[in-house]
């Protein structure tokens, strides 16, 4: 017997508003339900992966997923909760965008197998660039009124004074293109439920009402939601000062990744643990228990960060963040060090002073370079007193002379010098 999926996303705090129905509809049958994405970049971030999550646990639970790349309504853009129009994308960005997203989602999906409720990925464009404006407006437009459509709340939101310019009748029409997915999917592939964040609620009930209006009160068209996700303290989740954490390596490192689930909050971490992982409720329920009595431990942040990493990446990039992490801690040798590629390298130290001394530098004694090309001690007295105290290390060996030359054979990937002074105070070196 399969897994109850409202049961799952009920316990896991990934449930927020549910037609009534929905539940006795996925007890009775196989499910076939979507969830959109949209694909204005070419990866996904961590914002998307509780809808992505969801997809997951509903192929866990014996239903079949479709994953909806909007490459029409990207086109276009939503209204729900932007106070501005989006860039419009053209098609060979779409294609490429959706290429890269379904490669990210096949880590979570399966989509190859030949089991009943494999994944399928697809491209609302595909159905809409033949579709003409007549068509539509006589075809979809006739079944659903204005006065229905104005009702919504991202609708009323933006016409309030949101926005600087108002509503466009791009965005207004945005409710019925999703609600015309919806029905493409039910009639095309036997999709009954429509799956996606809180602030997609209106789009997808005018998806239900489109089908019903369309095809008879009698079918069968549901819709559930995610909350939001947010942290502690009310912000958004997923965004740092820096940007997006994006699921593709070259955007967001792994060890960068890594450190953000390791660096949520209690509380965060106990909500995210069971939203972003697959960890049944008897594991989750025990690490809680075990992060409670020793919070200092970060027994949850601890295992989070392993999961999603290694679900996102691998189980050799949450390795190599691990040690990564421990360098900045003291633990690491200079084998470690050469091991980490350059953005990784980079990520660790970001924080750290950089200097950039010329390569005409090399070949000089430590102090002299330490001193005067960057600025690593304030004199030479106060580097030899440390050098001879073994307070000195260079590319986490300790530097056994303040007189030591240093040659192009210490560089770290051919341009880097880590110099540490004291327990936790680094400065890299860029030979430029």
Known sequence: MNKNFVE???????????????????????????????????????????????????QRCGHKPLALVGGATGMIGDP?????????LDENTLRHNQECIKKQLAKFLDFESDAPNKAELVNNYDWMKDMT???????????????YMMAKESVQQRLNGEARDGLSFTEFTYQLLQGYDFLHLYQAKGCKLQMGGNDQWGNMTTGTELIRRTLGSETEAYALTCPLITKADGKKFGKTESG????????????????????????????YIKIFTDLDK???????????????????????????TVMVHSEEDYNTAVEASNI??????????????????????EGVPHYDISKDALGQPAVDIFTQNAPVFAS???????????????????????????????????????VQRGKKNYYLLTVK
């Open 380 to 418: 030479k007295g106060e580097m030899r007193k440390l050098v001879q105290g073994g307070g000195v290390s260079l590319n986490k060996e300790k530097l056994q002379s303040f007189d030591s030359v240093i040659t192009a054979e210490d560089l770290i990937d051919g341009k880097y010098l880590l």
């Open 282 to 308: 008897d594991t989750i329920d025990t690490l809680v228990d075990e992060h409670k009595q020793d919070p200092g431990c970060r027994v949850l942040q601890k295992r989070l960060a392993k999961e999603v």
């Open 8 to 58: 799952e996303l009920k316990w896991r705090g990934m449930l927020s508003q549910i037609m009534p129905g929905t539940e006795e509809l996925l007890q009775k049958e196989m499910v076939t339900a979507y969830l959109g994405t949209d694909p204005t970049a070419d990866s996904l971030h961590i914002g998307h992966l509780c809808g992505i999550m969801m997809l997951s646990h509903l």
């Open 328 to 349: 900045l801690f003291g633990k690491g040798t200079k084998e470690t060090l050469q091991k980490f590629d350059e953005d990784t390298l980079l990520s660790i130290f």
């Open 133 to 147: 404006f007549l068509d539509f407006v006589r075809n979809i437009g006739k079944h659903i009124t204005v006065n």
């Open 80 to 88: 729900s909760g932007k106070s501005l129009e989006r860039n419009l």
């Open 244 to 271: 997006n954490i994006w699921l593709d390596p070259k955007r967001t490192t792994p060890y960068k990744f890594y450190q953000f689930w390791l660096n949520v909050s209690d509380d965060d971490a106990e909500r």
